[in-house]
């Protein structure tokens, strides 16, 4: 017995790495996605099924920076007065938001879809290979209130990514994207 423990203990960590590495990587991979359903308040409501859908606005006309770069962008006040200098004004927190623009205060938008500082995510290739927005972000022209609707953890993007290892790279280039490669969406 003496000699059993003198082994256990000689080797502890090389039995016990392997399965806090094991565990780790299971969590990381298939946990409970931890966002899925995450809906913040915002600072005044605002209705993507009436913007997106019952008025069907293009998501491009707000979230700007989506074929750009890797924000997608909150859209500023300014977005907002395109049309509300004249649409709603007797709803009272339009008029909110034009009190703030005409003071030159910015509306603090709360931020629904983040990822982690370690990963990378642009929009721009994902837009340039046809994706369309709800395949990520759900059907949004049907919310009154945005939420995560997807899993929204490493396994859901790897999976997504190795199923469109064949639109890796746009026709005529002949650039090769590692899609699956960590170096891909991590730093």
Sequence with gaps: MTA??????????????????????YWIWVSD????????DQPIPFSHQIHAGDLNIDCQFCHTGVEKGP????????????????VASDSPNIQFLRQTYAAGQPMHWVKVYDLPDHA?????????RGFDCTECHGDVANMEKIEVVPAFNMGWCVNCHREN????????NNTTVKLTECGTCHF
């Design 4 to 25: 059993l423990l003198q082994v256990l203990r000689k080797h502890s960590i090389k039995l016990i790495l392997p399965l806090v590495s094991l565990g780790l990587i």
């Design 33 to 40: 996605p931890k966002y899925m359903g995450y809906a913040p």
């Design 71 to 86: 924000q997608a962008g909150i859209p500023d006040t300014a977005t907002c007065m395109k049309c509300h200098t004249e």
């Design 120 to 128: 990378r995510f642009s929009h721009q290739p994902h837009i340039a």
């Design 165 to 172: 290892t064949d639109q890796a790279v746009p026709p005529g």
